[in-house]
């Protein structure tokens, strides 16, 4: 089956490649490592000079907001290089420069696809419950399969994220039609993901809740599961829109 060579095919790239994982993590890692040491630091003499509960301070919660905005970056900084790498074999250094333009042009092509799950789904759910008067335990299989079908939408037209990774931006009616296609390989990809995801969650959870050394290890396996799911949509695209083959 098509989406289960996909799927694989995305887990062999990033397990053969896994010194060029890490060469694309270590800066933002050690960027991010940095950031998050300061703001830790500030939180804890903030905490120290307050004898009592007080609301936090504009200039701590602007701090945790560009914590979040600048983790975002230090991610796109990683994803986005890592599309480069698989589709223009542009091979990262451990201290390869961010592509800022590729990285804003990435953020608004996802704010694109969050308005379009938004779009599909949210109609749908206001409209069933306020015309079902059923109870909101039973109507949870057909809302699920309501956010099924919007995630199934949503991955039919993701390779608009590559593609503006590498720069050759396309729209999202162009990537539909790329992908007419893919129905059954996204179907297949949708399941084999949300299993996947779930299992590596549940491990991941159980190692860090457990020593030390269990908790890296399972950092490790959450960052390497991570660059399979980007990987996936990467593959997406080589074959459905760029036409390479999957060996």
Known sequence: M???DIF????NMVLRNLRYVFKLLLLPGLLGGMIFFLFMKNVVAFSAEVSAPVAPSLGLAAGGFGIVIGVWFLI???VVGWHRFVLLEEYP???SRPHVGRIFSYIWHMVGLGLLFALVSLPLMFLILATVSN???????LLIAIIFVAFFILFRVSVILPAAAIGAPISI????SSTK????AIFVLLLLSSFANYLVENVFEFLITGSLIGGVFGLVGLIIWSMINVSVITTLYGYYVE???IS
């Open 2 to 4: 098509k989406g289960f």
């Open 8 to 11: 694989w095919h995305s887990i």
């Open 76 to 78: 796109l900084w990683v």
């Open 93 to 95: 250094r451990f201290l």
């Open 135 to 141: 109870s909101p335990f039973e109507l949870m299989p």
């Open 173 to 176: 009616t162009t990537a539909w």
């Open 181 to 184: 296609g893919a129905n059954g």
């Open 243 to 245: 036409g390479r083959p």
